[in-house]
């Protein structure tokens, strides 16, 4: 029953608490490994360790992605090229003709 839960909230899409998560990793590594063994303990290390790498590799993602939409905003913003004069009060201001 459990592991059709896990099974539905993955492929739901839902989030995972923190705590979902470890108890996941838990009945994964219990499959493979007796529970107190040293063994189970490094499957349970090596859980952790690759959710952090997932979730340090989705942020430079996030990260790039963003670089890159302003690097595209800065390439395709034209900036004007010419500029009209405007007298206000006596005092001549350059702004951008439209």
Same mark, same amino acid.
């Given at each position: 029953m459990k592991r059709a839960l896990v099974l539905g909230l993955l492929l739901g899409g839902?989030?995972?608490?923190?705590?979902?998560e470890r108890e996941a990793d !838990?009945? +994964?590594?219990?499959?493979?490994?007796r529970s107190g063994t040293p063994a189970y303990e490094q499957c349970l290390v090596r859980a952790d360790q690759d959710r952090q790498a997932?979730?340090?590799? !989705?942020? +430079?993602?996030?990260?790039r992605n963003n670089r890159e939409a302003n690097e595209y905003i800065a390439r395709t913003v034209v900036p004007p090229t010419t500029?009209?004069?405007s007298v206000v009060n006596?005092?001549?201001?350059?702004?951008?003709c439209r």
């Open positions: 839902c989030q995972f608490t923190a705590s979902q !838990a009945q +994964g590594c219990s499959a493979y490994y997932r979730g340090a590799a !989705a942020m +430079g993602q996030i990260q500029t009209c004069n006596g005092n001549t201001i350059n702004t951008a």
